[in-house]
């Protein structure tokens, strides 16, 4: 969510039932601009908030060159400090992440107990062995940075031809973007996720035949497994809105305004993951 419309995105997202108190929005409103100025970022963004037991985790990030390979992650117990993630790197973390079993308390230090999945050996179709199950140490902070990465690389969403990219390989806003008409935006072929393309070039593009290089790049979410059945699509205002929600990550939201450069995206959840999408069919 842009801090340039902060309040009027977080108004169009009431629609996934979830929102901010009038006092957190003009708490982290302000704070963000600080954090902006003093950053010298080129934008700045609300990600989003993940639910704990004694403090919430707000998340922040913003960008100086590239607003893909660039962006660098906040997070505030008390909207109004903010502290920078860590970089994870470690597979394991991720691994870790993913099958913890508690949910987030709210102190970044507190370090917990995992247990990873064990590692089968197999040669010619045949388990020969079963090594032990792994147990590493998580530090809730590193958990916080990872579930993070992991929501915006499977559910940050942007509409087709709001990002553009650079003769150079920069990513940028795309500031000629004038919005999606009424044709396009209930296509979920015109969003695409919002992170580093995982398709080659040549994958996306073949998709359309009115391709173009600067702004075709991305993956675009209706190729997500499951096949439709990872986002949903609705109209609201006499359908003048799109919101799509995740379904694989429950409480990540995403807006836009027909005719209109104005979208965004919120995460307000839990940071679990929805294992039982596919039963809900």
């Keep these: 969510m842009n801090v340039e419309y902060f309040s009027e995105g977080l108004e169009c997202l009431m629609y996934c039932g979830r929102k901010l108190s009038p006092e957190q929005r003009i708490l982290i409103e302000n704070s963000l601009i600080v954090l902006l100025q003093e950053n010298r970022f080129s934008g700045m963004y609300f990600w989003g908030r993940i639910t704990a037991i004694k403090n919430d985790y707000y998340i922040a990030f913003g960008y100086t060159t590239d607003c893909l390979k660039d962006r660098k992650y906040f997070y505030s117990v008390d909207q109004y400090q903010w502290q920078l993630l860590p970089f994870v790197q470690s597979p394991k973390i991720f691994q870790a992440t993913v099958l913890a079993p508690d949910p987030f308390i709210g102190d970044p230090s507190l370090q917990t107990y995992v247990k990873l999945d064990p590692i089968f050996n197999i040669v010619a179709n045949q388990v020969i062995s079963i090594s032990n199950p792994e147990v590493i140490k998580l530090k809730e902070e590193e958990r916080l940075a990872a579930i993070v990465f992991i929501i915006s690389e499977e559910s940050a969403i942007?509409?087709?031809?709001?990002?553009?990219?650079?003769?150079?390989?920069?990513?940028?806003?795309?500031?000629?973007?004038?919005?999606?008409?009424?044709?396009?935006?209930?296509?979920?072929?015109y969003y695409q996720l919002y992170r580093l393309p995982r398709n080659d070039l040549k994958t996306n593009l073949s998709k359309r035949s009115d391709y173009n290089y600067a702004i075709d790049f991305l993956d675009t979410i209706d190729g997500v497994i499951p096949l439709n059945q990872a986002f949903t699509l609705n109209m609201q205002r006499n359908e003048r809105i799109a919101i799509i929600k995740s379904c694989v990550w429950l409480g990540m939201t995403f807006f836009h305004k027909l005719n209109s450069r104005k979208h965004g995206f919120v995460y307000l959840g839990d940071g679990r993951k929805n294992f039982d999408l596919l039963f809900m069919y």
Excluded at 163 to 184: C, E, S, T, W
């Design 158 to 189: 942007c509409p087709r031809g709001a990002l553009y990219k650079m003769v150079d390989g920069r990513v940028i806003p795309n500031q000629m973007f004038r919005g999606l008409n009424d044709l396009q935006i209930e296509n979920l072929s």
